[in-house]
């Protein structure tokens, strides 16, 4: 019983090379990137949160900082993680200490083919665990900057299409910075 046990709960880790969903809690949106731009700031693609989960756009691999995606578990706080969308071969998740977010003019969230390291932490202070597992929910932190990625309801609009901003913020983590972190299996 306890082989069986133990070989599920590995099944559950989120690990190099994982491909991931990431859900923000308070409004229930996947964190999504797609062929737009934004017409302002880094004129890169931009990053919201979307109702739905729409493959691939809502789907990033977690990679390593030397792109060995091993298969080793994501340690909390420790392992520093790139997340790549899977709908674009090099988009990485990137959080700007330079430009502005659209809507409410905190750091802008997009996509870029350059390479930066975040950390995934648990959003639970008595979790006892040392790997991070499938359906938790954590908050995701540039290493340089220290900026939370974080999402709330302030909508902006590009070519009459309007999406949820998903944002950098420097400070302590709130409400809007949890994310349920889930494994995604084809």
């Given at each position: 019983m306890y082989f069986n046990q133990s070989f599920l709960?590995?099944?559950?880790?989120?690990?190099?090379?994982?491909c991931i969903t990431l859900k923000h809690v308070a409004t229930g949106k996947y964190l999504t990137s797609c062929n737009v731009q934004y017409k302002t700031g880094s004129k890169e693609n931009i990053v919201?949160?979307?109702?739905?989960?729409?493959?691939?756009?809502?789907?990033?691999?977690v990679s390593g900082p030397d792109q060995n995606n091993n298969r080793d578990p994501i340690i909390y706080g420790k392992s520093e993680v790139y997340l790549e969308n899977k709908a674009g071969r090099?988009?990485?998740?990137?959080?700007?200490d330079y430009y502005k977010s659209p809507s409410t003019g905190?750091?802008?969230?997009?996509?870029?083919?350059?390479?930066?390291?975040?950390?995934?932490n648990s959003?639970?202070?008595?979790?006892?665990?040392?790997?991070?597992?499938?359906?938790?929910?954590?908050?995701?932190?540039?290493?340089?900057?220290?900026?939370?990625?974080?999402?709330h309801e302030f909508p902006f609009t590009i070519d009459n299409e309007t999406y949820q901003e998903v944002v950098g913020h420097?400070?302590?983590?709130?409400?809007?910075?949890?994310?349920?972190?889930e494994l995604f299996e084809n």
């Open positions: 709960e590995q099944q559950k880790l989120i690990r190099l090379g994982s919201f949160g979307s109702q739905t989960l729409s493959n691939p756009n809502s789907l990033w691999i090099f988009e990485i998740l990137f959080i700007s905190n750091w802008e969230v997009s996509c870029s083919g350059s390479y930066y390291e975040y950390l995934i959003d639970s202070t008595n979790n006892n665990n040392t790997y991070i597992k499938s359906k938790e929910i954590v908050n995701i932190r540039h290493v340089e900057s220290n900026f939370i990625l974080r999402s420097e400070g302590r983590v709130e409400g809007n910075d949890k994310w349920c972190i």
